[in-house]
């Protein structure tokens, strides 16, 4: 039996582990789309290292692209297994890879024009609707805690990661003889403790082996009553003082929600400015739909918040934005306010028009809440660049950049540390660090050692490891 590493490896994305069982059956954890501004992204893209007619079985995590992007271009190549997941994951790809088609065609438009100038051949999308409708009805629904015996060898298990609606621990327990088991755990995700909606990462049963994301395995996160105080802050200071707007990319899922779930009770306790609030993004309006359909995933607090105040997503100044000419019209709106627009490593989609019809004026703010790929636009404007490209055109960074980690859906160091303490670290065999920046894997790693977890590795990209 053996594991291979064919993305969100010494990278924080593109994640796609393959495990080959000793029957030689084949299951991809994860398939996601390489982002940010790599030399070797559309290559990594389009060609995955592998022959996707191979693959027995595809296990997804959830559904954030850099996770799930892939999966379309993984049945447009060949791939006819069966897509295992939550139920609510597979209702946010089914609004998430339709989406990402969407861009990819509307943002090859832009692109291709600019190339056709200047005498380039013009790119072709990855997948589209097509291919993504496939996709989605290869997905086989699983809930957290039960159990699943793919075959006579396999067994497959859910705990809820917290990370996202929907998001799990996968669990694979691999016969490797008449009477002997691996038991196998990839973390996906890993959620926050305390999280405002979704529950804490759940424990797990012992394993064998682990394969652990550590996008945040280098820092620790602001206290969440420090945070509302600093968004607030940042709020007052942007469009009260300085009269200018608010730029924030944010993930279409959770973590917009999470934002206006914020601004409603600010808004309850009559602490938010009486100023208009936008989100711009078909998508985080259908994500929103997606999320009040989903409330196993709620966390009991949350759950009897929204039975208090009826709509968590909702308050007056509030606007849901879908229609191109609405958001296009905020360009020339005056009066301060708050853009809220997708994706929040401001890499696609509308918010990108926003940072660019906003970056060159000092009254405006681009507030960063997320983890960013230091490739991307957001991880350039967090490390503070001066000059930035946006659709081939260099800009001038005036605006104010502020950046509240504490909004990132990943688990910091102690959180991680907390979520493992369900497992007895002598029986693990070896642990492998992925989904994280070389400098935060062996900061990471160290900090494991530090701890008493012994045979931590950092796979190289496409390198392969036999699990004994």
Request: net charge negative; glycine share 8%; aromatic share 8%.
């Amino acid at each position: 039996m053996n594991i291979q590493f064919y993305g969100a490896a010494e990278m924080v994305t593109g994640s796609k582990h393959l495990i080959t069982t000793p029957k030689g059956t084949k299951i991809l954890l994860d398939c996601g789309l390489v982002q940010g501004h790599l030399e070797q992204r559309d290559d990594l893209n389009r060609h995955f290292g592998f022959n996707p007619v191979d693959i027995d079985y595809l296990v997804l995590s959830h559904g954030h692209i850099d996770h799930s992007g892939l999966i379309p271009r993984l049945v447009k190549e060949g791939f006819q297994g069966i897509i295992f997941c939550t139920a609510a994951t597979k209702s946010l790809c089914e609004i998430m890879l339709a989406d990402s088609a969407h861009i990819q065609s509307s943002d090859l438009k832009y692109i291709n024009k600019r190339r056709a100038k200047k005498g380039l051949e013009t790119i072709e999308p990855i997948y589209d609707i097509e291919d993504v409708n496939q996709a989605i009805s290869m997905m086989e629904e699983l809930g957290y805690d039960e159990q699943l015996k793919i075959d006579s060898e396999i067994t497959l298990s859910f705990n809820d990661a917290g990370h996202l609606l929907g998001s799990c621990i996968v669990n694979l327990d691999i016969s490797i003889g008449s009477n002997r088991k691996k038991h196998i755990t990839f973390s996906g995700d890993i959620g926050r403790y305390k999280d405002p909606i979704l529950r804490d990462p759940q424990p797990f049963r012992q394993c064998d082996y682990l394969i652990c994301e550590s996008t945040y395995g280098d820092r620790l996160h602001a206290l969440v009553g420090d945070a509302e105080k600093e968004l607030l802050d940042i709020i007052h200071h942007t469009c009260i003082v300085k009269k200018g707007k608010l730029i924030i990319p944010a993930f279409s899922v959770d973590r917009t929600q999470e934002i206006i779930y914020i601004l409603d009770k600010a808004v309850n306790e009559g602490r938010m400015p009486n100023i208009k609030v936008f989100v711009d993004s078909p998508l985080s309006v259908k994500a929103t739909g997606v999320m009040r359909k989903h409330q196993e995933c709620y966390r009991e607090e949350f759950v009897d918040y929204v039975s208090m105040d009826g709509d968590p997503f909702g308050f007056k100044n509030l606007t849901y934005i879908s229609e191109l000419e609405e958001s296009k019209a905020l360009n020339n709106m005056a009066e301060p306010c708050i853009i809220i627009s997708a994706s929040g490593m401001a890499e696609a989609g509308r918010i990108k028009h926003h940072i660019m019809n906003n970056i060159e004026d000092p009254k405006n703010t681009i507030l960063m809440v997320g983890y960013c790929t230091p490739e991307s636009l957001g991880g350039k404007l967090k490390n503070g660049e001066k000059l930035v490209r946006i659709f081939g055109e260099e800009f001038g960074v005036k605006a104010e950049v502020r950046s509240l980690d504490y909004y990132s859906a990943h688990a910091d160091y102690n959180e991680i540390f907390e979520w493992l303490q369900c497992q007895n670290k002598k029986k693990i065999q070896q642990i492998f660090l992925v989904h994280g920046e070389l400098k935060t894997l062996d900061i990471f790693k160290q900090k494991m050692l530090e701890k008493g977890y012994e045979n931590i590795t950092i796979p190289h990209l496409r390198e392969k490891f036999e699990l004994i």
